[in-house]
């Protein structure tokens, strides 16, 4: 798959280009990374990229033709039989999730534009922009941010980035957990500063193990994410098992008083 992605500051993606584990994804051409800076293809000797805006405000507002400059050539260079769709970052998009990112970690890729200052000029969204993607309800400088967030998730998701192929099925939200958040985790000493493994993990017994980790995958989106929990139910993914962990009344308890029997360090 190949991203393009159209930037201002090409240079604020390196770092997650060569380290950490998806790495590999990007040094192997699995998922292929292009540049295009707007300001290669502005006018005039400061090749400007924005301008002040009609009605005035504050900030400065990405102008259309640079943009449709780079654009226009970005699809000369990669010459789909399917047009890649034309993603701008911005507070009106959908949310970036678990069912969107494995859709496009199978996808052929996209054409990723960061908008800078207070916004791109309406015209070129309304002209050719296909997809809108916001990261959740916060502002961001750019959309860079949000574009390395995307190529992250996906990259992870390609075979054999991850050292173990199954690892990321169970991650939270992913399906294989019905879109529940993950169980804790806990690695050795087995006592660290009085603090003890759970003697479920500690059993041997890959049944228990797996009921007390389906527990705790309950325990936490019931008390953190309860929206999950209500699509998991609507979908039919709790067992007459779960039902029953989720309704006992020392759960319901926690589930009044959170943190309740936490400790802080």
């Known amino acids: 798959m190949r991203f ?8 604020l993606f390196a770092p997650l280009l060569s380290n950490g584990i998806t790495r590999r994804a990007f040094e192997a051409g699995l998922v292929e ?8 293809h502005a006018e005039g000797n400061y090749r400007r990229v ?10 400065m507002v990405m102008m259309a033709e640079p943009l ?5 050539a970005i699809r000369a260079d990669r010459q789909d039989e399917i047009r890649a769709p034309l993603v701008l970052f911005s507070p009106i998009g959908c ?17 990723l ?19 809108q993607i916001s990261l959740g309800d916060f502002v961001l400088s750019g ?22 192929a199954g690892s990321h099925q169970l991650d939270s939200f992913n399906p294989a957990l019905d879109g529940l958040l993950d169980s804790p985790h806990y690695t050795r000493p087995e006592d660290w500063h009085g603090r003890k493994v759970p003697a479920e993990l500690m ?3 890959h049944a228990h193990i797996e009921r007390w980790r389906r527990e705790q995958s309950l325990r936490l989106t019931a008390l953190h994410r309860p929206d999950l929990l209500v699509q998991a139910r609507l979908l039919g993914h709790l067992s007459p098992q779960d039902e029953t962990f989720l309704t006992q009344e020392r759960f319901n308890s926690e589930l009044t008083n959170p943190g309740t029997d936490s400790k802080k360090l």
Request: some cysteine; hydrophobic content about 40%; proline content about 4%.
């Open 95 to 111: 949310v970036l999730n678990h069912s969107a990112v494995e859709t496009w970690s199978q996808s052929a890729g996209a054409v």
């Open 113 to 131: 534009l960061c908008g800078r200052y207070e916004g791109v000029d309406q015209r070129f969204i309304d002209q050719y922009v296909d997809q």
């Open 4 to 11: 393009d992605i159209i930037t201002l500051f090409p240079e």
């Open 143 to 164: 959309g860079e941010i949000a574009a390395m967030a995307l190529l992250d998730a996906v990259a992870r998701l390609q075979p054999g980035v991850l050292n173990d």
């Open 68 to 72: 449709f400059k780079c654009v226009t």
């Open 50 to 59: 924005d301008d002040r805006s009609f009605g005035g405000g504050p900030g």
């Open 33 to 40: 990374v292009h540049f295009w800076n707007p300001r290669d």
């Open 203 to 205: 059993s041997g017994h």
